[in-house]
């Protein structure tokens, strides 16, 4: 634990910001001291850290848009710390378009901020709420770098990361599958979220065990003064939101809350009333699923809390004559945060354990199925010096994988594993003068491959002026787990999760077409990212992102294996008997955003150019989520008595997907009689002849989103919303599938409207 001893001849100020009204902190508001250059923005738990403060007198300030300012005079003493627990009201003026001090300005010249978005609640509900409630995976559609596959089976690809790649974090656990398969709708309910802080590449060493991306979603504690809650209903579902203090909070002393959700979707059953246009035999839209959330908050008077939660997330698909899916995730932890009296340092740490499963049945083929199930544990330390942090922490993740798989030709592949994985890291952030450094370093123990990588990593900016600054990021990154879906299923909707193996081909064949020993059992990447941001305004600001993704050594399930992988076999190739082969592959792309706001209007707009290959050691491919062009542009504008109306809409247009076209079809016999089978008589089934694998090209894809809302005040606490939303607005055919066999296609959603209601109290 580090000591006084770097305060020396200086002192701290320290603490905590509250709503007044509920309790929860305020994220990312300014605090500084009146007059000096010491400011800082609060983090997500609402604390700030000011240090290395020359002894003396001080007015401490607390300012953000909606909240009326807060000043309090301090006295800033030689080795102390003064620590304080602010509570901010709510403010009864007009808002305005300037601040005195902007967090965001201050952090854009003292953080890194390589390749990272913080999403508030707020800006998920600035998009159009499609399906009657704004949503997380809606939102993240828009980032840039981020390619969504559509709207039914929609995942999640990061910059050349498929979603394997991926590390979803809720309040610190792992969540495995984070999206139902109607791509409208994440687990998460945005009411619950507090904050998400999403890496597309490039991140530090806080996260390992993935070698793409990372989200890590935090949620709010609930109302420590009243009973509260929310009411939503629409032809997709309904929810409910309830939220209360156990103890109500005092200023000075401790306090305890709850919240639940609990969301339900009757899609199915609706849209045979709604939307019955949909598909012609009137089954309805395939997707149901249920998704419950529960938190329970206590906090000292110091500041330091601990809380305890759990969730229940189920799907359900029913494709008619393609495909019966079915997963369930749930899973109970608890975190912490404990600020030390006397010493400049947070602590921060989370223990939790969740089961996910999932099961996919398709007529004629053996059933597909993969649980994975285990626990992770960590903690977090930051020293502040002042603009200057110190990092570091400790985590530990268990798993057990369970999977079965067979192929088209009736040849199984299984898998039961337990593994265990240590990782430590450390990390210090350097601010000299206009340059910011940031190098950073993680060892992570893989046991049941016996590897530890160290993985180092840095990121640096320069403020080359007031308004334009330089930045870049790179490192090292591995993980473990392998994905077990099929690039050609027809309605990609399963995955299952597999325990890296060790029994993996001997020699691979890199992008070079040279033939090189494997000398590791890991998936690995290097990332490579440079950017500029600009501040073309007060208003305006644009950010400039080129990456260079190498996956240096990637794991798949084999799908060309013919033979047992046994000693009979021993002398047929590895790439017809390994259940497992290696690829290589890289990812590169360049990213423009442009953000424009105003108090009433805002106007975001996004192009990504990007190009993703791999290489099996047979050939060089596109993988199903290479999409080479893809535009986004949200606006939003309040207007009306108190802002009481918005409208919003965004637009999307994706260039085609890759996909393996037909050249024919033939009858295919599977002499079940043995050699005595009769060609002329036996009655075969329609095989397909396959073209090049992914050298064909899907048509562009293109949607328009629009929405309307209005907020009606009915008394202090209680107020209504309306809001009716259309998805596809201008009804666009755009491709889910091609049905090979019945040479049909298959669209994504057509155009649908919608109304909800929603009850605040």
């Given at each position: 634990m580090c000591s006084l001893g770097a305060m020396a001849q200086t002192g701290a100020v320290r603490g905590f910001v509250y709503d007044k009204k509920t309790g929860e902190p305020i994220i990312f508001t300014n605090?500084?001291?009146?007059?000096?250059?010491?400011?800082?923005?609060?983090?997500?738990?609402?604390?700030?850290?000011?240090?290395?403060?020359?002894?003396?007198?001080?007015?401490?300030?607390?300012?953000?848009?909606?909240?009326?300012?807060?000043?309090?005079?301090?006295?800033?003493l030689a080795d102390k710390i003064v620590n304080r627990k602010i509570y901010l009201e709510v403010s009864s003026a007009k808002e305005i378009g300037t601040v005195e001090i902007s967090a965001e300005k201050q952090e854009a010249k003292t953080d890194v901020k390589m390749s990272v978005a913080k999403i508030t609640p707020k800006e998920i509900k600035s998009l159009p709420s499609v399906g009657g409630e704004p949503d997380l995976a809606q939102y993240l559609q828009v980032l840039p770098?981020?390619?969504?596959?559509?709207?039914?089976?929609?995942?999640?690809?990061?910059?050349?990361?498929?979603?394997?790649?991926?590390?979803?974090?809720?309040?610190?656990?792992?969540?495995?599958?984070?999206?139902?398969?109607?791509?409208?709708?994440?687990?998460?309910?945005?009411?619950?979220?507090?904050?998400?802080?999403?890496?597309?590449?490039?991140?530090?060493?806080?996260?390992?065990?993935?070698?793409?991306?990372?989200?890590?979603?935090?949620?709010?504690?609930?109302?420590?003064?009243?009973?509260?809650?929310?009411?939503?209903?629409?032809?997709?579902g309904v929810k409910a939101l309830f939220e209360g203090p156990l103890k109500k909070m005092s200023e000075n002393g401790g306090s305890s809350s709850f919240i639940l959700s609990m969301r339900n979707s009757y899609l199915k059953?609706?849209?045979?009333?709604?939307?019955?246009?949909?598909?012609?035999?009137?089954?309805?839209?395939?997707?149901?699923?249920?998704?419950?959330?529960?938190?329970?908050?206590?906090?000292?008077?110091?500041?330091?809390?601990?809380?305890?939660?759990?969730?229940n997330f189920t799907d359900k698909v029913r494709y008619q004559g393609v495909s019966d899916l079915g997963w369930t995730n749930y899973g109970a932890g608890s975190s912490f945060i404990l600020a030390p009296p006397g010493n400049p340092v947070l602590i921060e740490g989370n223990f939790s354990y969740s089961k996910y499963s999932i099961a996919l049945k398709e007529p004629g083929l053996s059933n597909r199925q993969s649980d994975i199930s285990g626990f992770n544990f960590g903690f977090d330390v930051t020293?502040?010096?002042?603009?200057?942090?110190?990092?570091?922490?400790?985590?530990?993740?268990?798993?057990?994988?369970?999977f079965s798989y067979f192929n088209s030709i009736g040849v199984g592949f299984a898998q039961n594993e337990n593994?265990?994985?240590?990782?430590?890291?450390?990390?210090?952030?350097?601010?000299?003068?206009?340059?910011?450094?940031?190098?950073?370093?993680?060892?992570?123990?893989?046991?049941?491959?016996?590897?530890?990588?160290?993985e180092p990593r840095l990121g640096l900016k320069y403020n080359i002026t007031e308004f334009i600054r330089f930045k870049a990021a790179g490192g090292l990154y591995s993980q473990n787990l392998i994905s077990a879906n099929s690039d050609r299923d027809v309605v990609n909707l399963f995955y299952g999760f597999l325990s890296g193996p060790e029994n993996l081909p001997n020699y691979y064949t890199k992008p070079n077409g040279e033939v090189a020993e494997r000398t590791?059992?890991?998936?690995?990447?290097?990332?490579?990212?440079?950017?500029?941001?600009?501040?073309?305004?007060?208003?305006?600001?644009?950010?400039?992102?080129?990456?260079?993704?190498?996956?240096?050594?990637?794991?798949?399930?084999?799908?060309?294996?013919?033979?047992?992988?046994?000693?009979?076999?021993?002398?047929?190739?590895?790439?017809?008997?390994?259940?497992?082969?290696?690829?290589?592959?890289?990812?590169?792309?360049?990213?423009?955003?442009?953000?424009?706001?105003?108090?009433?209007?805002?106007?975001?707009?996004?192009?990504?150019l990007s190009k993703v290959d791999r290489n099996d050691g047979f050939q060089v491919y596109f993988p199903v989520f290479d999409r080479r062009h893809n535009i986004n542009t949200v606006a939003t504008y309040n207007f009306g008595k108190n802002h009481s109306w918005e409208v919003s809409g965004r637009w999307n247009f994706?260039?085609?997907?890759?996909?393996?076209?037909?050249?024919?079809?033939?009858?295919?016999?599977?002499?079940?009689?043995?050699?005595?089978?009769?060609?002329?008589?036996?009655?075969g089934n329609l095989g397909v002849l396959y073209g090049d694998f992914n050298k064909g090209r899907l048509p562009t894809y293109h949607r328009l989103d629009l929405s309307i809302k209005k907020t009606i005040k009915m008394k202090a606490r209680m107020s209504m919303e309306i809001g009716g939303g259309v998805s596809n607005a201008y009804n666009r055919e755009n491709l889910f599938y091609f049905d090979r066999v019945r040479f049909q296609r298959v669209n994504q959603l057509p155009i649908l409207p919608s109304i909800n209601f929603s009850f605040i109290f």
């Open positions: 605090v500084y001291l009146d007059g000096t250059n010491y400011g800082i923005a609060t983090d997500v738990n609402g604390y700030f850290s000011l240090t290395k403060v020359p002894p003396g007198n001080y007015k401490l300030t607390v300012y953000t848009i909606g909240y009326d300012k807060f000043q309090e005079n301090v006295d800033v770098g981020v390619i969504f596959t559509g709207d039914q089976g929609g995942q999640l690809y990061v910059r050349g990361g498929s979603p394997i790649q991926n590390k979803v974090m809720l309040d610190g656990m792992v969540i495995y599958n984070p999206f139902h398969s109607i791509g409208l709708y994440s687990v998460f309910d945005t009411d619950v979220i507090r904050n998400a802080d999403v890496y597309t590449g490039g991140f530090g060493a806080k996260y390992g065990g993935r070698i793409s991306a990372v989200m890590d979603i935090t949620t709010r504690d609930g109302n420590k003064n009243n009973l509260s809650g929310k009411i939503n209903v629409s032809p997709f059953q609706t849209s045979k009333i709604f939307y019955n246009y949909v598909n012609k035999d009137g089954e309805g839209l395939p997707f149901n699923f249920s998704d419950a959330y529960g938190k329970l908050s206590f906090n000292s008077g110091s500041g330091s809390k601990i809380n305890f939660f759990g969730f020293n502040y010096q002042g603009n200057n942090e110190l990092k570091f922490g400790l985590q530990v993740l268990g798993f057990a994988t369970d593994t265990t994985e240590f990782a430590t890291y450390t990390s210090y952030k350097l601010v000299a003068g206009l340059l910011v450094i940031e190098p950073s370093v993680r060892l992570h123990y893989y046991a049941s491959l016996s590897e530890m990588p160290i590791t059992s890991l998936q690995k990447a290097t990332h490579y990212i440079t950017g500029f941001e600009f501040d073309v305004t007060k208003n305006l600001n644009v950010n400039i992102e080129g990456y260079y993704k190498i996956f240096n050594q990637l794991t798949n399930t084999n799908r060309n294996k013919l033979y047992p992988d046994d000693v009979a076999n021993e002398n047929q190739p590895e790439a017809l008997r390994k259940d497992y082969i290696i690829e290589t592959g890289i990812a590169k792309g360049v990213d423009f955003v442009a953000k424009y706001t105003l108090p009433s209007f805002s106007f975001y707009a996004v192009y990504s994706g260039s085609g997907f890759p996909f393996t076209q037909t050249k024919g079809y033939y009858e295919s016999l599977n002499f079940s009689g043995g050699a005595g089978t009769d060609p002329g008589t036996t009655q």
